[in-house]
């Protein structure tokens, strides 16, 4: 179960990843459309002017709209290993609580089996 928990796990990380892709592709034309208004001058670019400064280059623009993909790609591969590690350490905890759990209920069924013949060897002695 819990490795097909994983294996579907790692599928919608890749969906997200996929859907990460096409959201950076349709911000970097988005970006240039915007880049190409401002390197013209066009009146109806509404922007701070810190803003503005930003889509003075098409390199810085490319390097900005890269870093955010990456930053979001960074995220998605932590939040993947971190509920990986979670799943694997659950299940690693709950095979040994179940383990100790049974070896707990078997030793008390040997104190009671022992108990048991010890009552029954002294009814008959």
């Not at 959201?23 to 034309?29: A, D, G, H, P, S």
């Not at 970006?31 to 810190?50: C, F, G, T």
């Not at 591969?77 to 694997?88: A, F, L, N, Q």
Request: glycine share 4%; proline share 2%.
């Amino acid at each position: 179960m819990v490795s097909s928990m994983l294996e579907a796990t790692q599928a919608l990380f890749a969906q997200v990843r996929d859907l990460e892709a096409g959201y950076t592709e349709q911000v970097t034309e988005l970006a240039l459309h915007v880049l190409e208004k401002v390197i013209r001058n066009d009146e109806d670019v509404d922007m701070p002017p810190e803003t503005t400064e930003l889509f003075t280059d098409k390199e810085v623009v490319m390097s900005l709209v890269t870093g955010s993909h990456d930053f979001h790609l960074q995220v998605l591969d932590g939040r993947e290993d971190r509920m990986t590690s979670r799943v694997k350490t659950w299940l690693q905890n709950t095979i040994a609580n179940l383990l100790q759990e049974e070896e707990k209920r078997n030793r008390d069924r040997v104190i009671e089996i022992n108990h048991f013949l010890d009552k029954a060897a002294r009814g008959t002695g």
